[in-house]
Each structure stands twice: as C-alpha cells, then as structure tokens.
C-alpha cells in the first residue's frame, strides 16, 4: 500500500479554491460594471478594457519569459484582473498609448520588481492610475458625458469634481449615481453594479465583508459629522453621507482592491484597522484635498502600513496566554 503521508513546508491548503479560480471570480463580478460602462459611454468603454487587460498580460509574459526567466504565471488570471482594474480607473476617452503605459507601471514597476503576485505590497492597479494622473493629470481628468441624463450643474464634470468646486451633493440624484448615468472613470459610474459583484464575492467567499463595510461605514460617519457640524439639517444632512458613499471610487476601491490579498492585512482585527485608516484618508482628502477623489491615495498609504498592522495585531501564539 502506497504511503499517503506528504511531509511539506506551511502553507497547507486545505481547499480545492486556486489563485486562478479566485481571480475569475473577481472578473466575473466586475462584469456587470463594465456592461453598465459601456451602456453609458459606448464601445470606447470595451476598448480601454481589453487594451489594458491586453498589454497586462503582455507585459508580464514578456518580463517572466526574457527578464525573470522564471515560470509562466499568466494562466493565475491575476494580470487580467489587474488589467481590468487599471481600465476601471481611467476615463473612456483615455488615448491608447496611456492606457499602455499606465499597463506597464502597474505589471512591470508596481508588480514584477517585487517578485510578482504575492510579493507586491501596493495595489498595481492603483498604482498605475496614480502615476498616470500625476503624469497626465488633464487626459485623466477629462470624461465624456455619458449617452443620457440632465448634466447641467455639473459643467462635464464627475459629481465629486463638481461638489469640490461648490455644487451642493443633492445636484445629482442618488437614482443617476446607483445606475451610472453621469461622468466619470468607467467603474465610478455603476454602484449598483459594483454591489452587485460584492453580493456575488460574498456569495462565492472570495472576501469578507469586513474591509468594505468599514471603508464605507467610517467615510460615511466622518461624512455625516462634518455636515452636522456645518449646521446642515434636514434632508441633506443624509444626502451628504449618502453622496459620498456613491460617487467617485468608494465602492471600487473598498470591494475590489482595499480587499485585495497580498496588500490587505491576514486578519480580522487589522482589516478593520486598515479599513478604517482608508476612510478617514479618503474623506479627509476629497473635503480638504487637492484632489476631488481621495480612494487611490487612501489605499496606497495604507498599503504601506499593512506589516506594521501585522506585526502590531496578531493572534497569540497557541499555548500563549
């Protein structure tokens, strides 16, 4: 009788559930948001997406085979997923070639100088997004109107640009914001969308829900005690929390990367705290920011705190009281 006993090093898996069947999940709840974006902003939508999942995967393959002349890890579905993140992150009216760079910097910089999936400790994607609206600030925040709706307050502006520069919150219904019927990047413009693809996450225990519900909770707490201090009353003392929690990159950024494995924290506890540090960040820089949209920085700087939040918010070792 064959001896069944195999002697390894940790990590031990016990389930059947792989890097790439956890990737696919991810993409496939990101499909109802790209469906919506190209609803609104036409076939341009579809072509950002596959150009940067495209040069993703093509950047990868060609820094393992010729530069790190490792093994293949295309078949993971990570580069896709982080290609379809990057194109969530840029308008539909992007020219191509900045879609590739910003391609580049997410695979070849934010990822593979690291050793790639597992080793990077900031999100690629959003690192990405953030080199290209330093580096192109006026491409990055240039968005196409979308097919429908009454956008006159706004001037073409995304609702969070237009709240920045003095519009009142209730100028966009909360109905446009859940349905994606106004400006912006092509996964701001689909929270019900997004949601959706949470449900799905949840349903298939890619993630907790530990991380996104605190992100939101935390900004909109912050939200609504800025607007209560303000003397604000009535109905827009709700809107204002509520606005916050729909517009701009809450729910991409909380659901689809502030959950992401290699840059989140390994336990409960410290994901609370990291999520928490993503709200706060966020909403102090979209009130008092120079920038209309503070999620991308929010999640990078807290990236850069997950070993500390490690090595600070552990569970004890067994037999330790």
Not at 164 to 170: E, Q, V
Request: aromatic share 10%; net charge positive.
């Amino acid at each position: 009788m064959a001896n069944k006993l195999i002697v390894a090093p940790a990590p031990h898996v016990q389930t059947l559930r792989s890097t790439a069947s956890i990737m696919r999940d991810v993409v496939i709840a990101l499909m109802p948001a790209l469906v919506v974006s190209t609803v609104v902003f036409g076939w341009s939508a579809l072509c950002v997406t596959a150009l940067s999942v495209v040069s993703c995967v093509a950047f990868e393959f060609l820094i393992q085979k010729y530069v790190v002349r490792g093994p293949l890890t295309l078949c993971n579905w990570s580069a896709v997923v982080t290609g379809v993140l990057l194109a969530f992150n840029l308008p539909a009216s992007i020219p191509w070639w900045i879609v590739v760079i910003g391609a580049f910097v997410a695979i070849a910089i934010a990822k593979m100088t690291f050793g790639g999936l597992g080793k990077n400790p900031f999100n690629p994607a959003l690192v990405g997004r953030v080199f290209l609206l330093i580096a192109y600030p006026v491409q990055m925040t240039s968005f196409p109107m979308p097919a429908a709706g009454n956008f006159d307050a706004l001037s073409g502006a995304t609702p969070l640009a237009a709240v920045k520069h003095g519009a009142l919150p209730g100028v966009v219904e909360a109905q446009d914001l859940l349905l994606g019927n106004m400006p912006g990047s092509l996964g701001e413009v689909a929270a019900l969308a997004l949601l959706a693809g949470f449900v799905y996450l949840l349903w298939r225990k890619v993630i907790t829900w530990h991380v996104p519900v605190t992100v939101l909770g935390t900004m909109a707490v912050f939200a609504f005690v800025v607007a209560l201090c303000s003397g604000t009353t009535g109905a827009a003392l709700w809107q204002f929390p509520v606005f916050h929690l729909l517009a701009g990159g809450a729910m991409l950024g909380s659901i689809f990367m502030a959950t992401d494995y290699s840059t989140s924290p390994m336990t409960v506890r410290g994901g609370v705290i990291f999520a928490v540090g993503i709200g706060l960040i966020t909403m102090c820089i979209r009130l008092w920011g120079a920038y209309p949209e503070g999620m991308s920085f929010a999640i990078l700087i807290m990236n850069a705190c997950v070993p500390l939040i490690n090595k600070y918010v552990k569970p004890k070792r067994f037999g330790v009281k």
